[in-house]
């Protein structure tokens, strides 16, 4: 079974960038799709980014598009989000989620599997 470990979360101010990784283990992430969602308190969880098996194609929700950016190693069996131009409404728990084989993680019922998530703070 596939364990999902992200990492990189923290506090920073409104405007500024934090990179957010999730490392793979037990099982490859090769051929499966993946993608990053975030719950806020008191809010459901939401879809933030996926990004296809192959790293070819990436979708975004439209509350980040522009801002962040999806992307994978395969060879390093991990998954990253490049978060620029935080804004203090980016503030929640974000989980690194992997779906199915050649799948698409585009919402919650696609997942397969979950990491335990990593706080992300923004400060106005």
């Known amino acids: 079974q596939v364990q999902l470990v992200e990492s990189g979360g923290g506090l920073v101010q409104a405007g500024g960038s934090l990179r957010l990784s999730c490392a793979a283990s037990?099982?490859?992430?090769?051929?499966?799709?993946m993608g990053w969602f975030r719950q806020a308190p008191g809010k459901e969880r939401e879809f933030v980014a996926g990004?296809?098996?192959?790293?070819?194609?990436?979708y975004y929700a439209d509350s980040v598009k522009g801002r962040f950016t999806i992307s994978r190693d395969n060879a390093k069996n991990s998954v990253y989000l490049q978060m620029n131009s935080l804004k203090p409404e980016d503030t929640a728990v974000y989980y690194c989620?992997?779906?199915?084989?050649?799948?698409?993680?585009?919402?919650?019922?696609?997942?397969?599997?979950w990491g335990q998530g990593t706080q992300v703070t923004v400060s106005s």
């Open positions: 037990g099982r490859t992430l090769t051929n499966y799709g």
């Open positions: 990004i296809s098996w192959s790293g070819g194609n990436t």
């Open positions: 989620a992997r779906g199915q084989v050649y799948g698409l993680v585009l919402a919650d019922t696609a997942v397969r599997s």
